[in-house]
């Protein structure tokens, strides 16, 4: 707690706006990798992967910001809307990679790649829940919705939730990997509950 309340007062002096430009780093980072040939032998599959990954990175630290305050001090909760936007904006990458990359704008052979592969309802869905959240992440619909924003935000843990299934979905056998984004997200969940609140 003693170096939290320093970091705390040095954070104050970060705009919000410093996070959408930080939020735009990763982009950078996918768009470097593919012009300098560095994104591996099969780029389109990289570049959806790659954008996926970074929306559930977001997703997952923006619902880690109200514990890390309430357990650790560290005070981030100006920079959710942020961090939710940013995902958003990742997870629209995302769809977009798969819609033009993948399926060259066929919206018939999207429509059967999307009756066959099931992992992309949880995506679709888990996309869809957090559309009224993004839509209404603005003052205005912050105070014109009053106690039913708080309401409508708690659609971001279903949203993650079938966000985190649609990516074990898709892997042939649940890696490592996928198992700590799993106890993480469901970790995170846990907290929420009573018996683990401070
Ligand atoms: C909450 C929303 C979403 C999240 C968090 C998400 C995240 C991810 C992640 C992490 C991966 C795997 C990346 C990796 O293995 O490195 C992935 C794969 C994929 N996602 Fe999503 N995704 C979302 C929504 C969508 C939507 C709406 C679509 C399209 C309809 C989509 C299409 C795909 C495809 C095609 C793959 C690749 C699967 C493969 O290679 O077989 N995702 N997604």
């Given at each position: 707690m003693q170096l939290v309340a320093p970091l705390n007062s040095s954070l104050r002096r970060v705009p919000p706006g410093w996070v959408y430009l930080a939020g735009l780093i990763p982009l950078a980072w996918v768009i470097w990798l593919t012009v300098s040939g560095g994104i591996g032998i099969d780029p389109v599959k990289e570049i959806e992967h790659r954008l996926g990954k970074i929306a559930l990175w977001f997703l997952i630290g923006g619902l880690a910001i109200t514990p890390l305050r309430r357990i650790a001090g560290l005070n981030l909760i100006r920079y959710r809307r942020a961090v939710g936007l940013i995902a958003f904006f990742y997870i629209v990458l995302h769809m977009l990679a798969w819609i033009i990359l993948d399926m060259g704008l066929l919206w018939e052979q999207a429509v059967r790649d999307l009756i066959k592969r099931s992992y992309l309802y949880f995506g679709m869905t888990g996309a869809v829940l957090l559309l009224p959240l993004a839509l209404t992440s603005n003052n205005a619909s912050v105070r014109r919705l009053g106690r039913n924003w708080r309401r409508l935000h708690w659609l971001v843990?279903?949203?993650?939730?079938?966000?985190?299934?649609?990516?074990?979905?898709?892997?042939?056998?649940?890696?490592?990997?996928?198992?700590?984004?799993?106890?993480?997200?469901a970790g995170l969940m846990a907290l929420r509950f009573r018996p683990f609140r401070g």
């Open positions: 843990y279903p949203a993650v939730g079938f966000g985190v299934l649609h990516y074990l979905w898709q892997m042939k056998v649940i890696t490592p990997e996928g198992w700590l984004w799993a106890g993480v997200f």
